[in-house]
């Protein structure tokens, strides 16, 4: 084609020879003003974003339109890109951190967790194994271990106690979906195995089992993990176990199928549903599970963090009799996204399903078998080193004021309970377990159901659409519900007091 393609050396002298400064992506100079840039940005995005309308108006499309369909061909200062993410993305955003933010569950955050998880970005390891980042791995399990004993866990699922290694383990994945899609997988290894199963031609015959109120992510991991739809039990509730799983009904179901030939593998019983915040019976689901040889998992994903409070800690009881437990931090323990935490009891049954062994990725560490590979108890090989937010967290803040910071949310989620109980208007629908209340405008008078479900719609859409306020719904019995989720880590009594204040008069514009 010509010169460079004749004389790459000429080439490159050519480009050295225009006086222009090689390209340097990390030059240090630059890391120092665009990170001092960027924490500026940040720290401004957090004292105003309270006046920010926690719901963008913007339409599907919108941003290609301001930034370009097309890459740029040359560079340009970083002033440009803050620029751009200031008047273009930031106007596009829903405030998840936002004071005003009541919607699905909250996403926490603070400085030690976005300090943790910068630092570790910016050193950017790939702790597959342990060998591959010593530290990154040790992080890791020490972190886990900490918080395994705040929840106070039993040691069957840590990774190292006083005595040694242990028999158990865990891991930091992305999501609760993960954590379920890889014990699912273990568990139906497991069940194929007891049945002498040749390869996979048992799979038909596995059953798997969860309350309605689990999160649909259960029902798509199980179809992920090779499970046949016609055997995935959804069990209904009801408002006589508060909307958690009966164990009597579980017993039924179970039985029910063995009768039929099938094999009953796995149960999730959840901590905490989405919907109402349910709490399944843990310890009685482990029972009813040990009568057939079932993988008990328990998703603690939002409420998990409560229980590091004593007096919420007797949600996990049973814990001991289950095989893994997934709660995620990033929802309520104040470590930015993303942080599932997964303990199994035995981990050897999680990697003698996931491990790989590549000839590249052999070391001395790892044949020595007292290291962890975490490669092996995850979907993926490579992985981000997730453990050291989650360290700086418990490490600055200390139990103490992790305790208070769920304490203090559980407070302000009462004083709103206490003012929809005092509103003859309202109800609420189910009891608060935690620092949600689902609520709804009640049938009165002449109203009917579907009246009254029409008006809660309308309710909503008019609360959100004012931008000082963004509540979710789900539906419970049948009925449309309001959640009020409280946990943003800006939020004060006054933000709840507000949204509350707003609530009656929207309400009141509705009603007349």
Known sequence: MGSLDANPA???SAFAADGKAPFQPLNPEDVRAYLHKAVDFISDYYTNIE?????PNVKPGYLQGELGASPPTYSAPFDVSMKELRTSVVPGMTHWASPNFFAFFPSTNSAA??????????????????QASPAATEMEVLALDWLAQLLRLPTTFMNRTSSGRGTGGGVILGTTSEAMLVTLVAARDAA??????????????LTVYAADQTHSTFFKACRLAGFDPAHIRSIPTGPETDYGLDPAKLFEVMQADVDAGLVPTYICATVGTT?????????????VAAMFNAWVHVDAAYAGSACICPEFRHHLDGVERVDSISMSPHKW????????????RDAHRLSDSLETNPEYLKNDATDSGEVTDLKDMQVGVGRRFRGLKLWMVMRTYGTAKLQEHIRSDVAMAKMFEDFVRADDRFEVVVPRNFALVCFRIKANGGMTEEDADEANRVLMDNLNK???????????????????????????????????????????????
């Open 51 to 55: 006046s920010m309308p926690v719901l």
């Open 333 to 344: 323990l104040l470590t930015c996204l993303d942080c599932t935490c997964l303990y199994v």
């Open 10 to 12: 000429a080439a490159f």
């Open 275 to 287: 919907s109402s915040n349910a709490v399944d019976p843990v310890g009685a689901v482990a029972d």
């Open 192 to 205: 194929l195995r007891r049945t002498g199963s040749v390869g996979v031609s048992g799979l038909p015959r």
């Open 466 to 512: 004012t931008g000082k306020a963004y509540l979710a719904h789900t539906v419970v019995g049948d009925r449309f519900v309001l959640r009020f989720a409280v946990g943003s880590s800006l939020q004060e009594e006054r933000h709840v007091r507000s949204a509350w204040e707003l609530i009656k008069k929207t309400t009141g514009e509705i009603m007349d």
């Open 113 to 130: 967790a976005i300090a943790g998880d910068l630092i570790a970005s910016a050193m950017n390891t790939v702790g597959f194994t342990w």
